[in-house]
């Protein structure tokens, strides 16, 4: 079986590690101090296992639990005995580990999830979002809900990318080709090497230009004529 | 008397694996100042919600260091401090100092 560790506290994601060397066939693929950067990385690769810290700053474990829209099986670490009982809504978490972590319990644990079928995370089944009307994304280390009907366009800046609403502005590290795999095509479509638009939000258009809320944005010559394929033209 | 902390666990936890108990006591080591010193700072700051985080952590590592009656007491202390309670800071820092100690010797 393959895990990962994330805890905020380098000496707990230690503890856990050794536990998990002193267990065969279990292999530590990675460990993370936060649980956005654990969520990006279970967006590129399938694991079986999550050891999870419930109580971190910002975004918790329950946060986690609670974005991943088809998770691995989740063993709770944690401090608290008193999330025990939240714990156990989410069907995802098969156990719940109280620290110190002792060997013999780490062991009746990983039993536990050896005796309920692990099913690995497609990376395309684990979409960050809670709906296909929804898309979070990742800003100063908190994962914010936007409605994705509510997105006007998306421009490409460098490393980062501008996502606009009618109401605000979002900056992302994030590239345009990567959101455009999230954004439904029957809507979204680029029309220039650094603009994604919603094409339901179009004002007007003119030769090489199009009009989006107070947007005005440039149509180039090779994506012209999808654009004006989809269009329903008089 | 303080309750003194001691690697039973640790040593437990290794099993005989020099090098994980020297990687363990690396990052105690490391660790443990950061989080006393941001205690502080908070206490000092008048931010009892923030401090309760940060002992939140702190009493995680009394747990490694076999110290029960100071996880116990920083059980209660970070809910006095989730109430903007500060009372028991005394207290607590007399914890933080004892393992400040400790960690000098391993």
Do not use: W
């Not at chain 1, 060997?103 to 999830?113: N, P, W």
């Not at chain 1, 501008?162 to 590290?173: C, L, M, W």
């Amino acid at each position: 079986m393959t895990c990962i560790i994330i805890d905020d506290e380098a000496a707990a994601r230690a503890v856990v590690s050794q536990l998990c060397e002193q267990v065969p066939d279990l292999d530590v693929i990675e460990e993370f101090d936060n649980a956005i950067d654990a969520l990006k990385f279970l967006n590129q690769q399938n694991i079986d296992v999550v050891f999870l810290d419930i109580h971190m700053p910002g975004f918790t474990g329950v946060d986690f639990v609670q974005t991943l829209k088809n998770p691995p099986k989740i063993v709770l670490t944690t401090s608290d005995t008193n999330f025990a009982i939240a714990a156990y809504e989410y069907e995802a978490i098969v156990d719940y580990l109280v620290k110190p972590i002792t060997l013999e319990r780490f062991e009746k644990s990983i039993q536990k999830i050896k005796n309920t079928a692990v099913r690995p995370v497609s990376k395309a089944e684990n979409v960050a979002s809670d709906t296909e009307k929804d898309l979070y994304i990742n800003i100063d280390r908190r994962l914010i809900k936007l409605k994705i009907d509510d997105i006007l366009l998306i421009e490409a800046k460098g490393d980062y990318i501008e996502v606009k609403t009618d109401t605000e502005d979002y900056r992302v590290h994030n590239t345009l080709k990567s959101i455009k795999e999230k954004l439904p095509e029957k809507t979204f479509l680029q029309i220039h090497r650094s603009y994604i638009i919603n094409f339901t939000k179009i004002i007007d258009i003119e030769d090489n230009s199009v009009l989006i809320a107070k947007n005005v944005v440039p149509i180039s010559r090779s994506n012209r004529p999808e654009l004006m394929r989809r269009l329903n033209l008089l | 008397m303080q309750e003194r902390p001691n690697l039973n666990y640790v040593r437990t936890l290794a099993a005989g694996d020099g090098d994980f108990e020297q990687k363990f006591i690396r990052i105690i080591k490391q660790e443990f100042p950061d989080e006393a010193a941001t205690y502080l700072q908070h206490v000092r700051q008048d931010e009892p919600r923030a401090a309760a985080e940060i002992v939140h952590k702190l009493k995680h590592k009394f747990n490694i260091l076999s110290m029960e009656k100071a996880y116990a007491f920083a059980v209660e202390y970070e809910e006095q401090l989730q109430l903007g309670n500060m009372k028991q800071d005394l207290d607590f820092r007399k914890i933080l100092d004892t393992i400040t100690r400790y960690l000098k010797t391993i």
